[in-house]
């Protein structure tokens, strides 16, 4: 079967200071990962975020054992200004939850979550 990909939702953070927007796509994907397993992708700025089965799992691990309940994904995220960013988290919980948190120079941040297809 072949991967089916559905826009979940496309937004947009405007930047008042230079007219720019960053612009977060989320898809849900039937097939993802190693195991072809139902996902999805948070896509933004040329990056991709895979959140599928054996990613989560290692990730879930990592948060228990850190003793958090959100988990920033560091290597995922583009975090190079403090007053622009665009942070990506694994949020623990019955749903598991992509939670990504998005702020530009003029705006306040703005955060979604997005249920995860899945329990590991």
């Not at 995220?77 to 007053?83: A, N």
């Not at 598991?96 to 329990?119: H, Q």
Request: aromatic share 8%; glycine share 4%.
């Amino acid at each position: 079967m072949a991967n089916v990909k559905t826009t979940i939702e496309e937004w947009k953070v405007k930047d008042l200071e230079d007219g720019s927007a960053i612009t977060i796509n989320v898809i849900d994907c039937t097939e993802l990962g190693n195991e072809s397993k139902p996902g999805i992708q948070v896509c933004y700025m040329g990056n991709t975020i895979n959140y599928e089965p054996l990613l989560v799992e290692r990730l879930a691990y990592k948060a228990t054992k850190a003793g958090v309940t959100e988990l920033l994904l560091e290597d995922n995220s583009w975090m190079v200004h403090e007053d622009q960013y665009v942070k990506n988290y694994l949020v623990l919980g019955s749903p598991l939850k992509a939670r990504v948190e998005v702020k530009s120079r003029s705006s306040k941040p703005v955060t979604k979550e997005y249920a995860l297809p899945f329990e590991v």
